[in-house]
């Protein structure tokens, strides 16, 4: 069993920066990997970025690429997206979730944490 809790979120205006954080607990929750979704008013979950259990290797949507960055901490039971150069269509709320293994696909992903709103201004 793992459990998830986001934070960080918040408004900023267009070109700005966030920090997110997903803090995961449970016994094996070193063991996966953890990824970024998010899901905009009308759209279904949108994957951003996921980065494997070991930290050794990422995966970013085309959209975010160049512009956010996923890593772990030092115990990996933390992951953060930071989030730069936001525009107003990376308003979305974004929840973080773990997989067995590093995947795009949200059907993968066996849990999830609760979400946290981003909002982009103009």
């Known amino acids: 069993q793992v459990q998830l809790v986001e934070s960080g979120g918040g408004l900023v205006q267009a070109g700005g920066s966030l920090r997110l954080s997903c803090a995961a607990s449970?016994?094996?929750?070193?063991?996966?990997?953890l990824g970024w979704f998010r899901q905009a008013p009308g759209k279904g979950n949108e994957f951003v970025a996921a980065i494997t259990s070991s930290g050794g290797g990422t995966n970013y949507a085309d959209s975010v690429k160049g512009r956010f960055t996923i890593s772990r901490d030092n115990a990996w039971n933390t992951a953060y997206l930071q989030m730069n150069s936001l525009r107003p269509e990376d308003t979305a709320v974004y929840y973080c979730a773990a997989s067995r293994v590093i995947t795009t696909q949200r059907y993968q992903y066996n849990y999830w944490g609760q979400g946290t709103q981003v909002t982009v201004s103009s």
């Open positions: 449970g016994r094996t929750a070193s063991s996966y990997a």
